[in-house]
Every structure is written in structure tokens, then in C-alpha cells.
């Protein structure tokens, strides 16, 4: 009776700690305003970067990036001066504005420190994009950024509905990437959403042998895909080189049709 009760307590434990494993998805966050930008009166738009567990309202401390920057048409713009200290979700977060002066594909790109996340004894980088298109120009929103670890739209990364199917190719160091993890979540900013259990917290998909993956987004709203992948190099915690996850995150926004 006392065995069984200690493999109980023991299993009710390993339930508990898987429940937590499955919840935990970490995400980095940049995504404007306005997932478009249409008309010269609409030009600033408002930046939220951020580090969190978005379906769950759930924040980090986020430490000021490396780097902000956007990518358009080939060229490279620093916007790290235009960071400026924030919160979400009661924690650590940055904001930036930046005005859309001409038409073009614009790619947003987030660098942050690590992240040193001891419930998995690793460090987590994620390295985050969104791209946003300005007064009726599409081109190029299929071009790698540059960046070391990035999802490529294989699907336009705008104006879709909500019941699309979007695909992205992972590339770390420019290369498709097999095999690889791919954690989807939606950014449930205002909480309005509860899922059924934690097992629906985050949706998983899997990049095959060309490092594509596809996800349909269920309901309208702001959806994020992080590609994990192992860096080929460690960190020091506490004097331990530790492992570094890498995690290539694009964020996307799904649309409900307009009612007349």
C-alpha cells in the first residue's frame, strides 16, 4: 500500500511537471500596429518587442536587443536608437515608432541577448522578424533578411484570412534546416482566448527535408512560428559552458473579412 502510494505521488509529480514542459513555449515578439500600411495618415506605427509566452499572457524581463533593424529592398537600416523602455505582461519589454516614408517591403528584425532560461538549463536566442508592406507594394517579401536563423514566407506573410494555410521555409546560415521543430502560438494580448488544456497552448509542426513547413490558422489575429534549432557553440552560466537554443521567429497576422 505505501509502494503504491509513493508511485502515486510519484506519477501525480511527472504529470504535473510534463502539464508545466508542454505550457512553456518562449517567443520573441515584434509586431506593429498595423500589420499594413495604406495611406500616408497611417505612416508612424508603433512597434511592440517583447520576450513571452503569448498565448498565456505570460511575460519575461526582456534586456535592451543587440540590434533593430529593417531590411528593405537590400538595404539595412539601424533602428536601435529608436527603442524605448516598456512592459508587457507586467515585465521588461521595449517599443519603438518608425515612419513609412515611401512604398517597398519592409522586413523588422529583432536580435536579443540571450536569454538564460534555468527551468531548461540552456540559453534561448530568438532571433524575431515581421514584415509589413506600405502603399500597395508587394515585392520582395519573399527574400531572406540575412539574418543567422530566419523563417522565409512561402506564403505572402499579409493580407490573409483567418482559415489560411501559411508556409515558411527555415534557413539557419542561409541553409534549409531538416527536421526541426516549428512552435506556433497566438498572441492572446487582451486574454480573450483560454485553451482547453496546455497541450493546446502551443501547436507544433515539423520543417521536412527542405526546411518547409505549413500551419492553417484557426482564428483571426496575430499568429507567431518559432523554428528551434542548436546553436554550434555554448555560453558560460556560473562559470558552465551551457547550451544555446536558436530560435527563428516570424510573426503574421490573420484577417476576418470585413461585414457589409
Known sequence: MKLQLQFSTIAAAAVLSLSSAVAWAHFGIVIPEHSAVLEQKDANVHFTIAFAHPMECNGMTMAKPDAFYVVQDGRKTDLSGSLKADKLFEKASWQADYRFARPGVYQFVVEPKPYWEPAEDK????????????????DGWDKPAGVKTEIVPLTRPFANYAGNT???????????????????????????????????????????AQGIFAFTAPWAGWWGFAALTDADYKLKEAGAEKDVELGAVLWTEFTAPLVK
Open 123 to 138: 540559453f534561448i536566442v530568438h532571433y524575431t522578424k515581421v514584415i509589413v508592406p506600405a502603399y500597395g507594394d508587394e
Open 166 to 208: 501559411f508556409r515558411g521555409q527555415l534557413l539557419v546560415d542561409g541553409k534549409p534546416a531538416a527536421g526541426a521543430d516549428v512552435e506556433v502560438e497566438y498572441f492572446n494580448r487582451d486574454g480573450k482566448y483560454e485553451a482547453p488544456n496546455d497541450y493546446f497552448v502551443t501547436q507544433v509542426v515539423k520543417t521536412d
